[in-house]
């Protein structure tokens, strides 16, 4: 168990529609990650926050948007979803940012668009 | 911007034997850190290994160890004793050693265990 939790661990919904995706990062971690994995693909950055702020961006579609709250959980918001949008959604987190710190996985969570 | 490079999207091995991954970098920083990560059917992502670059010495967990060549930008993860549980994905990654900079994963290579 690495200590981050993600949910829901599945998600089914329609095209056009939007969906929230939540993450509690280990305790003590103050950054949080979030990486899509596609089918059969390696791991995708989307973006980082640490300790509430943003911190670097990946290559994040602009229907989607993330934030770290004050309890440094984050959630991830995906709208306007379309077929190419199903994927597995890592949420990672570590003690600090970057300085070699390992990332800790949740289990995912399998969006899939229909 | 850092670029991970697994050259062997499959590979197998049997069943205790011995199998290494390959993994390329480009970096032009002097300091960073490189991992392996694991990711079996259940799809949790697993940190098999670490490697400091500023660390001469390879990195050994148990049966995993690594062949890291600075100069050759060259990281290699070698499993002895194979087990029919390290059937996985193995992701190779490689982070700054300091700056707003994610983790940067390879594709991974798919490695099968047989019996």
């Known amino acids: 168990d690495s200590g981050v939790t993600q949910t829901p661990k599945h998600l089914i919904t329609a095209t056009g529609q939007r969906v929230t995706l939540r993450c509690s990062p280990r305790?003590?971690?103050?950054?949080v990650y979030w990486y899509q994995q596609s089918l059969d693909q390696g791991l995708q950055f989307l973006i980082q926050?640490?300790?509430?702020?943003?911190?670097a961006k990946g290559n994040i579609l602009e229907r989607f948007s993330a934030q770290q709250f004050p309890d440094l959980h984050s959630e991830l918001n995906l709208s306007s979803l379309e077929l190419g949008d199903s994927a597995l959604y890592f949420c990672?987190?570590?003690?600090?940012?970057?300085?070699?710190?390992?990332?800790?996985f949740g289990n995912g969570t399998r969006l899939t668009v229909t | 911007a850092q670029t991970v490079t697994q050259s062997q999207p499959e590979m197998s091995v049997q069943e205790a034997e011995t199998v290494t991954l390959s993994c390329t970098y480009d970096?032009?920083?002097?300091?960073?850190?490189l991992f392996w990560y694991k990711q079996p059917p259940s799809r949790q992502m697993i940190l098999v290994i670490r490697?400091?670059?500023?660390?001469?010495q390879n990195a050994t967990e148990n049966r995993f160890s690594v062949n890291f060549q600075k100069a050759a930008k060259s990281f290699s993860l070698k499993i002895s004793d194979s087990q029919l549980g390290d059937t996985a994905m193995y992701f190779c990654?490689?982070?700054?050693?300091?700056?707003?900079?994610?983790?940067?994963f390879g594709k991974g290579t798919r490695l099968s265990v047989i019996a």
């Open positions: 970096t032009s920083e002097n300091n960073y850190y």
């Open positions: 926050y640490y300790n509430g702020e943003e911190r």
């Open positions: 305790s003590g971690d103050l950054s």
């Open positions: 990672a987190s570590s003690a600090t940012t970057g300085s070699g710190s390992p990332l800790h």
């Open positions: 490697q400091e670059a500023y660390k001469q």
């Open positions: 990654a490689f982070i700054r050693y300091s700056g707003n900079t994610p983790l940067v």
